[in-house]
């Protein structure tokens, strides 16, 4: 509700109060108040009960200038890039060829997959395939060496 235009003994509310410390401020901008005016013009406003009180912080200037509220552009929210669940399938099989190393060529395999897959991303994250990838490759070249040694 605009304070020149209600009636004097309306109630003011604290966004009208906002308004006319705005206007008060724009006005001194302008060079309509000096300091000490704006400080005890700033005062009357922020005590002010009703539009009439405000109305006489504003006396003397151009009534407030309201301006048009513009929409606001909101854009869609970004989808959470979820961690690929190949890359981590790699990752568990890989860990799980410490032990054995039957699941190092799985772990492999879905770990190039995964890194592929990534790469389709517009923000990839290849650091949970890579490292499948490089542990596979690491425990089965171990567990080949394991067995190689064995059967000798």
């Not at 799985?106 to 995964?114: C, E, H, P, Q, S």
Request: charged share 20%; proline share 9%.
């Amino acid at each position: 509700m605009d304070p020149f235009a209600a009636t004097p003994n309306f109630r003011a509310a604290d966004a009208d109060r906002e308004d006319v410390v705005d206007a008060l401020k724009h006005n001194f901008q302008l060079g309509r108040l000096d300091a000490d005016e704006l400080s005890d013009r700033i005062g009357q406003a922020l005590c002010a009960r009703t539009f009439g009180d405000l109305a006489v912080a504003m006396e003397g200037l151009p009534p407030i200038q309201r301006a048009v509220p513009q929409p606001v552009y909101r854009p869609y929210p970004r989808a959470v890039n979820r961690a690929n669940p190949l890359a981590i399938a790699s990752l568990v099989l890989g860990l799980l060829g410490v032990c054995c190393g039957l699941s190092a060529p799985l772990a492999l395999i879905l770990g190039i997959v995964g890194l592929t897959e990534e790469r389709k991303n517009p923000d990839p994250r290849p650091a949970t395939a890579i490292a499948g990838i490089t542990i596979a490759v690491t425990f089965g070249i171990v567990w080949l060496i394991v067995w190689a040694n064995a059967l000798s």
